[in-house]
């Protein structure tokens, strides 16, 4: 990992200094090919600095030229694949603030989809889940404004602003003939990523919404309180929901995953030079105390989320109930590229299960299968596509596989998989799963394990 650390810590002090150090010691072992492919890719940054001059000299109205470069870098990031982008200094703030759970806006994971804005899932109790914006909902304009034309960051800047102030969205939602408008009120969204409550007497339910910077720590308090409610040793078990959880910061999911989990490889990432292999393993104390645990899962679970589930079934450590997870299994870095120009956000690596099952356009598959009642009105929306149907998605490596059911009833009586849950941890229904003892998952990994290189600021979006 050291070509990669230096790269990230120089474009942070130098900027330009970092071309320089790619480039030249590269060019001393160049052979005959490698500099015919180089030559070919100086006569094409020509090209781009002949059409922008041309623009510069001859477009309609006088261009401004730093957004002339931000676009043409825009453009190409997001040429790469649906989740690398360039963010200005002001997204790389916002960016920052959100991954410290808190921000001002709306309160609602979005996503980019044929140009237009694209509800992945609203975050608990903020004006977005208040209002009834649903996953998979369609933003077309803000304040009358359409959102065609714009990045994904310039769309969710117009989103964010201060508190108490209103905006008006234009929503298109499956089934619904005619489109929807909705005014919100932004509010100071403190993003409360892990809740809980008592279920069944007996059991510690947890949800967790999102992986920010405060998401182990809520974890580790909610189970601390469930086991005091309940007693420690009348807890039956835990449910773990994960359920139209868009993911977030790699290092919380590995730390969710050894709240679990006492030994055993987490998760390893991949990036395109074997040296870059990393492995994160789980530390002895599990917090739970070896107590049986349910993981719920459907479409809208991905990346973060996809971690967790993964590497708990792996081990055995827990039952994974519900639909086919999202398929995000590729690992973003942010780089900053020095002070006022904002970062960033590079795919750089995959990310594999401790059982070497890449996630990427396959999701994971649960234990138990649970398909919701969905309400008719309701049915022609519900599904989630997954990273599969995403445009430029990387390519799986296996046989590709589509979205899931994403659908979680309001009423928790109406809802199946939590049933399930319930049925499965007080033995009215038997676990399919073996121990964790007869897993080969469930082994240490020592030899090939080296926690002590963590990325610093990965994201798993």
């Known amino acids: 990992m050291m070509r990669k650390t230096s790269?990230?810590?120089?474009?942070?002090?130098?900027?330009?200094a970092l071309t320089l150090f790619v480039t030249q010691p590269r060019s001393i072992l160049m052979g005959s090919s490698a500099r015919a492919a180089t030559s070919d890719t100086y006569?094409?940054?020509?090209?781009?600095?002949d059409v922008f001059e041309r623009?510069?000299?001859?477009?309609?109205?006088k261009p401004d030229d730093s957004k002339l470069i931000e676009s043409a870098i825009s453009g190409m990031l997001s040429g790469l694949d649906p989740h690398s982008s360039y963010m200005d200094a002001k997204s790389f703030r916002d960016m920052q603030v959100q991954t410290r759970g808190e921000f001002g806006g709306l309160g609602i994971e979005v996503t980019m989809e044929d140009g237009l804005i694209k509800v992945v899932s609203p975050i608990d109790d903020t004006p977005a889940s208040r209002?009834?914006?649903m996953a998979n909902d369609i933003?077309?304009?803000?304040?009358?404004?359409?959102v065609q034309g714009l990045t994904l960051n310039q769309a969710v800047d117009k989103m964010r602003g201060p508190v108490n102030t209103k905006i008006k969205l234009k929503i298109i939602r499956k089934g619904v003939d005619n489109p929807i408008d909705v005014t919100l009120v932004r509010d100071n969204i403190r993003v409360r990523s892990v809740r809980a409550h008592v279920e069944a007497g007996d059991i510690g339910y947890v949800r967790i919404t999102t992986f920010n910077e405060q998401t182990t720590e809520g974890l580790k308090k909610e189970i601390a309180n469930l086991q005091n409610q309940i007693g420690e040793d009348k807890v039956k078990g835990y449910i773990l929901d994960l359920r139209n959880n868009p993911g977030g910061l790699l290092e919380e999911a590995v730390t969710v995953s050894d709240t679990f989990l006492d030994h055993g490889e987490i998760v390893s990432t991949r990036g395109r030079n074997p040296e870059e292999t990393q492995r994160r393993v789980a530390h002895p104390g599990d917090l739970t105390k070896g107590k049986p645990l349910i993981v719920l899962i459907n479409g809208g679970s991905a990346s973060a989320s996809e971690i967790v589930a993964g590497?708990?079934?792996?081990?055995?450590?827990?039952?994974?109930?519900?639909?086919?997870?999202?398929?995000?299994?590729?690992?973003?870095?942010?780089?900053?590229?020095?002070?006022?120009?904002?970062?960033?956000?590079?795919?750089?690596a995959r990310y594999y299960t401790p059982s070497g099952k890449s996630i990427q356009a396959q999701g994971i598959k649960p234990d138990i299968e649970v398909l919701q009642d969905v309400p008719e009105d309701l049915k022609s929306r519900t599904d989630t596509k997954g990273e599969a149907s995403l445009r430029g998605h990387l390519k799986s490596d296996g046989t590709e596989k589509t979205g899931s059911q994403s659908y979680v009833p309001p009423d928790a009586k109406d809802d199946k998989a939590l049933k399930m849950?319930?049925?499965l941890l007080h033995g009215v229904k038997v676990n399919p799963s073996p121990d964790a003892s007869n897993d080969k998952a469930a082994n240490d990994n020592k030899a090939s394990s080296n926690d002590s290189n963590k990325p610093a600021e990965k994201k798993a979006n």
């Open 55 to 61: 623009v510069r000299t001859d477009y309609v109205e």
């Open 139 to 146: 933003i077309t304009s803000l304040d009358d404004e359409a």
């Open 43 to 49: 006569r094409q940054l020509n090209l781009f600095g």
């Open 311 to 348: 590497a708990l079934q792996d081990h055995k450590r827990a039952t994974l109930v519900g639909t086919r997870s999202f398929g995000k299994g590729s690992v973003q870095t942010i780089i900053p590229l020095g002070s006022g120009n904002g970062a960033l956000r590079l795919t750089t």
């Open 421 to 423: 849950a319930d049925d």
């Open 131 to 133: 209002a009834g914006i």
């Open 7 to 16: 790269l990230v810590l120089l474009s942070a002090a130098t900027g330009a």
